[in-house]
């Protein structure tokens, strides 16, 4: 079954910077574009940034743009986000979740909590 | 980028009511949106996707519908299980964006 499994997450300071992972399985990494979204405490959903099947297109949201960067590695099954210039806004459940343009996000994975704070 | 609004933002029903939630986005778009289901402490899960496709294994009791710029997520009979947040999202535009969700809560 597909798996999606996050980590990187903790506390940092803002400015700082950290590296989110997100480990996947059951289904061909190498095929499918990757989300992130985020949820900060008590709030809604927010998509963050979205990279294709083969890395050729990236898009993010204008609250990250500049700050994030959304990469993969199709060899190790792997989603990463680099995220610097941390801010206290950035606080959040950071997710991962497959799907393509023009459609749905059709799994998620369990989130990775990411603290910026001093 | 495509507002979402969803109402109401939360709502009390007592097991067995009909529920409906509606959302509306800022533009047309095409009947690109998705339903999502959130409880506390987990991921969200797809329901529905182009408006009112259900996604393989969710009950036959949630159901879609709308066009254009209005949306609408219906539970016919609210079950014990499904007391839990309801997301929209438009995968219209590369700016996917997601409603402020409606938290459906035991009367």
């Known amino acids: 079954q597909v798996q999606l499994v996050e980590s990187g997450g903790g506390v940092v300071q803002p400015g700082g910077s950290l590296r989110l992972s997100c480990a996947a399985s059951?289904?061909?990494?190498?095929?499918?574009?990757m989300h992130w979204v985020r949820q900060a405490p008590g709030k809604g959903l927010e998509w963050v940034a979205f990279i294709r099947y083969d890395g050729s297109n990236k898009y993010y949201a204008d609250s990250v743009k500049g700050r994030f960067t959304i990469s993969r590695d199709n060899s190790k099954n792997t989603l990463y986000l680099q995220m610097n210039s941390l801010r206290a806004e950035d606080t959040a459940v950071y997710y991962c979740?497959?799907?393509?343009?023009?459609?749905?996000?059709?799994?998620w994975g369990q989130g990775t909590l990411v603290t910026v704070s001093s | 980028d495509i507002q979402m609004t969803q109402s109401p933002s939360s709502l009390s029903a007592s097991v067995g009511d009909r529920v409906t939630i509606t959302c509306r986005a800022s533009?047309?778009?095409?009947?690109?949106l998705a339903w999502y289901q959130q409880k506390p402490g987990k991921a969200p899960k797809l329901l529905l996707y182009?408006?009112?496709r259900l996604e393989s294994g969710v009950p036959s009791r949630f159901s879609g519908s709308g066009s254009g710029t209005d949306y609408t997520l219906t539970i016919s009979s609210l079950q014990p299980e499904d007391f839990a947040t309801y997301y929209c999202?438009?995968?219209?535009?590369?700016?996917?964006?997601f409603g402020q969700g409606t938290k459906v809560e035991i009367k």
């Open positions: 059951g289904f061909t990494f190498s095929s499918y574009g």
């Open positions: 999202q438009q995968y219209y535009s590369t700016l996917w964006t």
């Open positions: 182009a408006a009112s």
């Open positions: 979740a497959n799907g393509e343009i023009a459609a749905p996000f059709d799994y």
């Open positions: 533009q047309g778009i095409s009947n690109s």
